[in-house]
């Protein structure tokens, strides 16, 4: 059975910082594409970034330069340390995995993060 368990969110002002987890079970985030996707009221959920196979990772243009996906593999664990925040950060954030053998997606809870102005 996966589970993924989001935490770190929080309230923080703008210009704040902050780092979300994702803790896994089930499933090896380092055999897996692993994703952190985001969504905010009245909008449609988005990816943010996500680190692949080989380690390599992929932004969203929006936190592209702020925003740090990685990955402890002894801890089986993804991080997104999210800095510079703005406003328009405020969302609940979402891990995600991708089983490239099960060919199935599997979601965490969510995180809230609220970013102040």
């Known amino acids: 059975q996966v589970q993924l368990v989001e935490s770190g969110g929080g309230l923080v002002q703008a210009g704040g910082s902050l780092r979300l987890s994702c803790v896994a079970s089930?499933?090896?985030?380092?055999?897996?594409?692993m994703n952190w996707y985001r969504q905010a009221p009245g909008k449609q959920r988005e990816l943010v970034a996500n680190?692949?196979?080989?380690?390599?990772?992929n932004y969203a243009a929006s936190v592209k330069g702020r925003f740090t996906i990685s990955r402890d593999n002894a801890k089986n664990t993804v991080y997104l340390q999210m800095n510079s925040l703005k406003p328009e950060d405020t969302a609940v954030y979402y891990c995600?995995?991708?089983?490239?053998?099960?060919?199935?997606?599997?979601w965490g809870q969510g995180t809230q993060v609220t970013v102040s102005s």
């Open positions: 995600n995995a991708e089983h490239r053998r099960l060919l199935t997606n599997y």
């Open positions: 680190i692949i196979l080989g380690g390599g990772t």
């Open positions: 089930g499933i090896i985030v380092s055999f897996n594409t």
